[in-house]
């Protein structure tokens, strides 16, 4: 069974960091790409970064641009994001995912592009 899931989610003071993890089961986990996303009540779901297969390749969006930071370890089959400097804007629940469909060493942060997701973990940034 093709399995995704996070944690590292929480409560986090405004300007405090939080690492999330995304371990994946069920697939050659070290083949594909793995992206993280967040979604708020009423929104669509916001794309936040994606690593390619072996981690050469990274993309950040606009909202994690110069505080957060993903990386991957293929041993462990987890990949994850480092948040710092968070806000309460940052507040969502934040879902990892990952495309079996095509291997491919570049990714991108558009939720269509990804056909496998996580259940999510919540992130609440207030004081």
């Known amino acids: 069974q093709v399995q995704l899931v996070e944690s590292g989610g929480g409560l986090v003071q405004p300007g405090g960091s939080l690492r999330l993890e995304c371990t994946g089961s069920?697939?050659?986990?070290?083949?594909?790409?793995i992206g993280w996303f967040r979604q708020v009540p009423g929104k669509e779901r916001e794309g936040i970064s994606c690593i390619g297969y072996t981690g050469g390749f990274v993309h950040y969006a606009d909202p994690a641009e110069g505080r957060f930071s993903i990386s991957r370890d293929n041993v462990k089959n987890t990949a994850y994001l480092q948040m710092n400097r968070l806000k309460p804007d940052d507040t969502a629940v934040y879902y990892c995912a990952t495309d079996i469909r095509a291997i491919r060493p570049d990714c991108t942060v558009v939720p269509g592009d990804f056909d496998t997701w996580g259940q999510g973990t919540q992130v609440t940034v207030s004081s």
């Open positions: 069920g697939f050659a986990f070290q083949h594909f790409n």
